[in-house]
């Protein structure tokens, strides 16, 4: 699987990130759950379970809770959008789908995004499946 953009995924990053947004903003997990459309539960887990991996629709609604980008959202995962030249996008479209054809209809629907961000997406998307492949070759 090719990690474009991947320098290192950390899911403990982000844990302490929303944790140190919380206590700086003066919110309450409930305040975080309810600006981004996220269940409190949810917000709980990924804090206090830092090698969880959120889906992309769920850092999207954590982005916009927060009122950042998603771009920054996926930085402070661990990506880096300068560690190496981009592959094209069609070539990339095709690994994945190659990796995960039921992935086709979800990357078919991102018309909508700039490059940039379907760039950014593909990475996230990357590093999701990359880290499915290693629990399972943990649990084999």
Known sequence: MILHGWSTYVPAALSNFLRDEIKQRGW????????????K????????????????????????????????ILVICGYDPG????????ERRAILIEANPDLAPVIDNLVGFSS???????GYIEAQLEARG????QRA
């Open 134 to 137: 290693k629990r399972k070759r």
């Open 116 to 122: 940039e961000e379907r760039q950014k997406i593909f």
């Open 28 to 39: 309450t997990q409930q305040r975080l759950a309810e600006l981004s459309g996220l269940q």
């Open 83 to 90: 560690i190496e030249k981009p592959i094209p996008e069609s």
């Open 41 to 72: 539960s949810g917000i709980h887990y990924i804090i206090n379970h830092p090698n969880s991996t959120p889906d992309l629709e769920t850092l999207q609604k954590l982005a916009d809770g927060l009122q950042i980008s998603f771009g920054r």
